[in-house]
């Protein structure tokens, strides 16, 4: 997994033996962290068991590119008020969501396996080049 603003990488095993491994949740926190800020929050664990359902959906060894992780409040409102098309309510502020794509893999295709997971919000962003995936409730919606 790569972080594209920081061009920062890790490649963390955060689940073994049914447990969620701190230390490797903690690498995965740091990288999806509002680099505007440089501030980190807890990532919602839901949203990397998602991330990791999709992974194997696509057939297991895929590199996530990161383009948007934890939002601060601030950084969310200024990206609102520039005219980003940001939430006001977003779920990026609550470590709840991940704007991505996937390295080797067509966006149609990414989206639709995430569709499939129907574990939460997946917005499908093909002008932008990423989707966007929440743990809130399942929906979908298409972006540009």
């Excluded at 963390?12 to 033996?17: A, D, G, I, P, Q």
């Excluded at 990026?92 to 996937?102: I, P, S």
């Excluded at 939460?120 to 002008?127: F, I, K, L, R, T």
């Amino acid at each position: 997994m790569t972080n594209l603003h920081t061009n920062e990488s890790c490649e963390v095993c955060f689940w073994k033996s049914g447990e969620f491994q701190d230390k490797e949740v903690g690498q995965l926190d740091q990288l999806l962290r509002d680099f505007r800020r440089n501030e980190a929050t807890e990532m919602d664990k839901a949203l990397y068991m998602q991330m990791a359902l999709l992974q194997d959906r696509l057939g297991g060894e895929v590199h996530f590119d990161i383009i948007s992780g934890y939002r601060s409040p601030a950084t969310n409102e200024m990206l609102r008020k520039n005219g980003g098309g940001v939430a006001r309510k977003s779920f990026h502020m609550t470590g709840q969501a991940v704007d991505l794509r996937v390295k080797g893999q067509s966006l149609a295709k990414v989206h639709q396996h995430a569709l499939d997971l129907k574990l939460g919000g997946v917005g499908y962003y093909p002008a932008s080049g990423f989707i966007h995936l929440d743990t809130g409730r399942v929906r979908s919606w298409r972006g540009s």
